[in-house]
T-cell receptor, first 115, second 114 residues
Framework: AQKITQTQPGMFVQEKEAVTLDCTYD???????LFWYKQPSSGEMIFLIY??????QNATEGRYSLNFQKARKSANLVISASQLGDSAMYFC????????????FGAGTRLFVKA | GAVVSQHPSWVICKSGTSVKIECRSL??????MFWYRQFPKQSLMLMAT?????????EQGVEKDKFLINHASLTLSTLTVTSAHPEDSSFYIC??????????FGDGTRLSIL
């Protein structure tokens, strides 16, 4: 069963505008972690932001913020003031703490930033 | 920040040869390392999880005799693709973590089998 769902295969955003990338997840664990990674065309995976299931406040890292809605099991990534260099593939991931810290990834969303 | 080094970044070899990929955590001790495979325009597929000093745990459908994983120290894990064939061509990425920290990824290895 799909545990991480990213419903937007591709997104366009105008430079300097904000964009939200959607992510929903499914787990029966009470303790888990949610991550967002960026993968540019060169292939490396770049860690962006982390949200723990017990964290009451939404995580923020610079221009990245995670809109965590636990009851809805969603963990959307918000990128503010988009830059051309933000064009990349973005993956939402979840780590469940039962079964050994395994992290699974969503299908990804390709973001295109227009000048 | 934490750095994971993966080597080589690109391999082209003949069918039937074995290929070894190294993954090193440079500035932290990685209690757990992960190996992923990524096909073009697809997500990362977890192949196996390895803890230092113990046998790797393979995901369903991944042939452990085909993809040998060794995690001999807290800073080094290797993936050996044995008797590689064209269908093994892919992008392989390792990641490492220490306890409950975000995983840090290597830059990946593009493997092409001719």
């Amino acid at each position: 069963a799909q545990k991480i769902t990213q419903t937007q295969p591709g997104m366009f955003v105008q430079e300097k505008e904000a964009v939200t990338l959607d992510c929903t997840y499914d787990t029966s664990d009470q303790s888990y972690g949610l991550f967002w990674y960026k993968q540019p065309s060169s292939g490396e995976m770049i860690f962006l932001i982390y949200q723990g299931s017990y964290d009451e406040q939404n995580a923020t890292e610079g221009r990245y913020s995670l809109n965590f809605q636990k009851a809805r099991k969603s963990a959307n990534l918000v990128i503010s003031a988009s830059q051309l260099g933000d064009s990349a593939m973005y993956f939402c991931a979840m780590r469940e703490y039962t079964g050994g810290f395994k992290t699974i990834f969503g299908a990804g969303t390709r973001l295109f930033v227009k000048a | 920040g934490a750095v994971v080094s993966q080597h080589p970044s690109w391999v082209i070899c003949k069918s039937g040869t074995s290929v070894k990929i190294e993954c090193r955590s440079l500035d932290f001790q990685a209690t757990t390392m992960f190996w992923y495979r990524q096909f073009p325009k697809q997500s990362l597929m977890l192949m196996a999880t390895s803890n230092e000093g113990s046998k790797a745990t393979y995901e369903q459908g991944v042939e452990k005799d085909k993809f040998l994983i060794n995690h001999a120290s807290l800073t080094l894990s290797t993936l050996t693709v044995t008797s590689a064939h064209p269908e093994d061509s892919s992008f392989y990425i390792c990641s490492a973590m220490d306890s409950n920290q975000p995983q840090h990824f290597g830059d990946g290895t593009r493997l092409s089998i001719l």
